[in-house]
């Protein structure tokens, strides 16, 4: 189609966008956004707020946009890469607790028959990918051990079974919190993640991080 039509066209009820000058473009340019995850609309009052502060990220525009107070996208975003992305991260993704857990999911991929055993390697929440996913990525960021059980059960009822980004959407997330525990899982991972090694230093009323509190950061932490 892009031969036929050009770098870019509409097609299947969508806009195409082929050239990489038109997509690098639109993602560099600064953004409006609003509170919708893709398509979906989100609802505003289960998205996260602190003290009257929006620290959704997705739903914060840019500065001089809508939506989120100026500066606060740029601000919070800023915090949240060097609080969760920094060097920290990087030397605890290669340590020796990150290495025996990957060594435990080769191992564990090994068992499942070279994950031909699907539930065994990619459905289990007891051993393979899951809470591979789980424990490296709240180890190497947060720095929670994977030996801290109090944490790992709070985050296993939060990342487990049903996929709480239905809280989210309007209007579903209504019907949804009516059956589940949603609103206080959050308010547990918030807790784990504002108590974890990365956020113990964290410095709370930072101009370049838009006079962001630990517990904002934690909060939008639990959003992403």
């Known amino acids: ?126 051993k393979g990918l899951q809470p591979f996913v789980r424990l490296y990525l709240h180890y190497a960021m947060f720095g929670i051990h994977p030996d801290d059980s109090a944490a790992h059960e709070i985050l296993v009822a939060f990342h487990g079974g049903s996929p709480p980004v239905v809280y989210y959407f309007w209007p579903v997330g209504y019907l949804y919190q009516l059956f589940t525990n949603t609103q206080s899982l959050i308010a547990d991972v918030k807790r784990v993640y504002e108590q974890s090694p990365a956020f113990a230093n964290f410095p709370e009323g930072k101009k370049e991080y838009a006079n962001v509190t630990k517990s904002e950061l934690a909060a939008a932490a639990t959003s992403i």
């Open 1 to 126: 189609k892009q031969g036929t039509y050009g770098d870019n066209f509409c097609a299947a009820g969508q806009v195409w966008l082929s050239s990489y000058e038109s997509v690098s473009t639109a993602i560099l340019a600064p953004q409006e956004r609003k509170n919708y995850l893709g398509e979906h609309q989100l609802i505003d009052s289960h998205t996260p707020e602190i003290g009257g502060r929006n620290v959704f990220l997705l739903s914060l525009g840019d500065e001089g946009l809508p939506l989120g107070e100026p500066g606060m996208h740029a601000g919070l975003r800023k915090a949240f890469i060097d609080t969760l992305l920094g060097p920290e991260q990087v030397e605890r993704a290669k340590d020796d607790v990150s290495e025996k857990l990957w060594g435990k999911l080769v191992q564990d991929y090994v068992d499942s028959d070279l994950g031909r055993d699907t539930f065994a390697f990619f459905e289990n929440s007891e």
